[in-house]
Structure formats: C-alpha cells, structure tokens
C-alpha cells in the first residue's frame, strides 16, 4: 500500500481543522449512522471553548483514488505563534505540507512562520486557497502574495513551484480551476498523493529499528506513549528497546508493549507490529521523553531533532499566600505545583521552568501570553491554587555585551477610522511601522515591528480602542538592542485595607472612584485589588463599610443601592493587565488581582510619575 505523511499548516482561524473533518468524513472514516462532532480533532476542553488547536494531532484516512489504495497520514497543527513549538518538533514527521491561506485575509505573520519551518526543511508545500465563496474573497492576490512570500523567504526552484488548489473547508469542496466547480475533496487527496513523495525512509524496513519522538501524552491504561515516525526497521510488540538522548547517552532500557496506528479518530492496535515512514505511537517507556531516539539494542546513535526556538516571555509562578488560601483548591503546596510544572515542560519543548533563588518560586518561560496562561488554566482545573507575576520579556546578551530584546512582526487590521489611534498608541510603545495600506471592505492594514514589552498589557487597550473590531496578529521576529522604558498602565488600583465581605453601600460610594472589579458580598482581604482608580496612583479604600443605622426613620424615603456590575476579567486580561508589584491570584472557582506585599505600610510611599 502508498503511504504519505502530511502536515497541515496555516495561520490561526484559516480553517485547517474544519477541513480535517471534512477529509475524514469524505474519506469513509465515519460510518453512515455514526454522529460526528465540529472540528473533530480539537479534543481539549479548552481547545473547543476557545475555538483554537491547542496540541498537534495525527489521524490517517485511506483514500483510494487515481494511483490506488493510499493511507494518508494527516497531521493537524496549531495556529497561534504561541504553540509555534508543536509546528517545529511534528514537521519533522512529514514529507510534505498542504498551506491553507484564507481567500480573504491573504498572507498573515503565522503563514510565513511555519512556511519558513516547512521549506528549511526541505518539504515540498502545496498551496489551498481556502474559504474561496466568502463575499471578500480574492484568490488571484492571494496567490501572488504567497509567491511572493515563498521568494522572500528563500524557498528553491523545486519549492517555488508549488501546486494550488481553490477550496472551501466548510462546504467540503475543492477544485483546480474556480471555472470548473466541484462538490467533493476529491481533486485535494489526488493532489496529495501526487505531488507529496513516498517517505524516504521506507528504503531502511530492514535496517534496525529507529525511532525519533516529538510527541508525548499519558494513557490511564497504557501509561507513556511516545508518538513519531519509525525511520528504520519495523517496531513490533514486545521487541526489546532502549531510549537514548541527544548525545546518544542511554536513559532506560524496556519493551514495547504497545504499537498503535493512527486509524482516523482512534488508535488501533497493531499485532504484527508497523514499518519504516509510518507514525505510531508506541507504550512500554517510563523515562523516555520528546526528542529522545526510540532504537533497537545494537543501534547506539541517536537521531537528530530539530531545534526549537528559544521562549520569549516568562513569568514566576509562586504559591498562594493570601488569606483565601486553600479555601478552593486542594492543590496548593510548592512541591506539587513543581512537579506538575516540571511535567508541563518536558512534554512542551517550548516551555521552560527554572527555580528561583529563594526556591520557593518557579520561573516559566514560554512563546506569549496565550501559552502561559492555557497552562495555567488547565492547572487551574486540576484544583490547584497559584499566584503569578506579571509576564516579563526573556532578554539576552548581544555579543558585545548589551541588553538584547525580542521584536516581533505585527499585522494589524482595522477600520479605516481607527487606524490613527492604534498607530499612536503603539508609536508611544516603541513600534516601528513597515508597511500601511487599504485590505479591502473598508479596512486598513498596518504591519509594524515592534517589541515584545510593548505588547504585553496592549492587547485590551487595542479591543477598546476600536471598538472590538480590530484583528493583531504577531509572531516573533528576530532580538534587537533594548529600545528604553516604555510607560505602562497609566491609571492607579483601589486597594482593599480590611477584610470580610464587600458591602452594596459601600461599593456604591467608591463607583466616584473608578471602576470595580468586585461586586457586593464578595470575600475580600487587605491588599486585594478591587477596582481601578480614576487617577494615576493606587488608593487603599475601605469597601466592607456597611451604612450606619439609626432607630429613627427618615422623612425622605432611602434611596435604593443600584451599582454598575462589575468588570469582570479572563485570566488573560488580568495577567496583562498587572504591574511588576502587583500578583494574580489563581483558584479553581476565582481569579483575584492583589498586591505582592498586602500590608500598606511595608509598600513603597507612593510618588508621582515625572
């Protein structure tokens, strides 16, 4: 049987996982009566709340078209520049790529991260117009940009000439020629039997067998799989094995006792065991980990992996020492919430996790604010309680010993109307603009450079300031020399000095002051954050007066307390939304902002910006 492995990817909401679900279901994955689910490879619960691809994942579909029976080994990728290091450690896999580029939006930042990955690689890319019927839809410039954009980044003359194909992933069709319409997929998976190659490594089944991993998950029956692509020889159950690192050092010894295929949505068992160009996930290893070489016993060099990109961002993440404390979580103490960090970071190359000198805080460095905060909300659902610090940028040295920070590439669309405010606000945060210019149905298209610093805390300031409208997409450029400080928030926090329960009256009084963050019978603490001020600096206030009470009744009748709910904040926009002194505290049922040192009089006096 043909086999050929290949990899999806595209820019974040381009739609590869809704094509996925049409190749599977065209492909006679599912049975006739069997009910599917929308974007059926977004398994996570977040990934489905979200509406994004979180982890890379594998399914495989036979299609027997033109050149025969084929089993088509599809990996889905994710779409954010944060997750960038599932895209690098899984093209490795593949022998070829299908790039989806909206008809609409055109090239983004992400299109030109993975492209760069995929064609450095040496992968022969296909080209998928998606989303062809939308009413903007421009597919002749989408074109010319991706030429262009395959020039730019130096891809060779094999690369550049690519294959295209018109699609549209929600509809389920495909075609060559936009004048020759088509109801099905079909022209899509002979195109990628054609034009991806078999892989190379199918040459080596009778070498011995040899295995690099890039993926890694627990099964509660089967315990560590470690999933990639055999390069030589044949993995079979109960084969003796051992693991070894990059230096070729060894880490264990065990056997397989496992090999699963990726059979559309589901992992099949394999008896006889799977050959060399296939990917399996293979269960028997205790120790073994991504990047690691999976290899028979006389076999004693390890296989190359990819290098990763370095993190960008990091923040520390400490235990929760407020007054609430342990009140809803029941994973609170230091050592656990380190080991379930240090577990995080070996099944994600991208996240880093190093102790702080006092030891009783952990420093995680990841690609962005998204990816920090996906980890802390999913450790946030398994009950543990954490306070985080403000994200703060990874510097490094330059090789004449200065401050170098990460730039990154900006693209930024925007009503015509609201283009003026965002390019003020980010010239003041030292963004560099490199292109401008109208992308059609009223909107303008800015593209900029711009520090990483800068845009931590921007984003809800960029919703606000147009409307909700406004599309900024970014992905991380290269590191240049420090730019300078940079302003940060520019409004004060009211501040907490007592604790016990916020009451109406009070709360009612403090509206003159700013916007709340709390609203009546909440628990509060000395120190916790409860709204934001209307002026520059930070004003502890009392929010658990309740109104004084007398046995005479008043002529006039009171007034009935009606307070302006609350501004409630997502777990993202309360880590951008902190400064270096201040904290989010994080439980399974609250998100709290507060003060790092509670008691006023230990803060520092408060002084007015120059």
Known sequence: MNLRNVAIIAHVDHGKTTMVDQLLAQSGVFRANEATTERAMDSGDQEKERGITILAKCTSVLWNGKAGETRINIIDTPGHADFGGEVERILGMVDGCVILVDAEEGVMPQTKFVLTKALKMGLRPILCINKVDRAHADPDRVHNETFDLFAAIGATDEQLDFPHIYASGRSGWATL????????????????????????????????????????????????????RIQSGKAVPGMAIH?????????????????????????????????????????????????????????MDALP??????????????????????????????????????KEAEANVAIRVTTTEGGDAYEVAGRGELQLGVLIENMRREGFEVSISRPRVVFQTGPNGEKMEPIEDVMIDVDDEFSGIVIEKLSARKAEMTDMGPSGAGKTRIQLKCPSRSLIGYQGEFLTDTRGSGVLNRVFSHYEPHKGAIEGRLKGVLISNSDGETAAFALWNLEDRGVM????????????????????????????????????????????????????????QAIAYIEDDELVEVTPKSIRLRKAILNPSFRKKRSKPE
């Open 177 to 228: 020629d936009l004048n020759v319409p088509s109801d099905n997929l079909h022209p899509l998976f002979d195109l990628i039997v054609d034009h991806v190659p078999a892989p190379k490594v199918q040459e080596n089944r009778d070498k011995p067998f040899q295995m690099l991993n890039v993926l890694i998950e627990s099964d509660p029956f089967l315990g560590r799989l470690l999933t990639g």
């Open 243 to 299: 693991a070894l690192d990059r230096d070729g050092k060894e880490i264990e010894r065990g056997r397989i006792t496992k090999v699963l295929a990726f059979r559309g949505l589901k992992r099949q068992a394999l008896d006889e065991g799977s050959e060399a160009g296939d990917i399996v996930a293979i269960a028997g290893m205790s120790k073994a980990t991504v990047a690691d070489t999976l290899c028979a016993m006389e076999v």
């Open 305 to 342: 992996a990819q290098p990763i990109d370095p993190p960008t961002i990091s923040m520390t993440v400490s235990v929760n020492d407020s007054p609430l404390a342990g009140r809803e979580g029941d994973k609170v103490q230091s050592r656990v919430i380190r080991d379930r960090l240090l």
């Open 517 to 572: 963050f709390v609203g009546a019978g909440e628990k509060t603490y000395q120190g916790m954050i409860i709204g934001e001020n209307s002026r520059w600096d930070d004003l502890d206030v009392n929010p658990i007066k309740g109104k004084q009470l007398t046995n005479v009744r008043a002529s006039g009748k009171d007034e009935s307390v009606r307070l302006t709910p609350p501004r409630q904040m997502s777990l993202e």
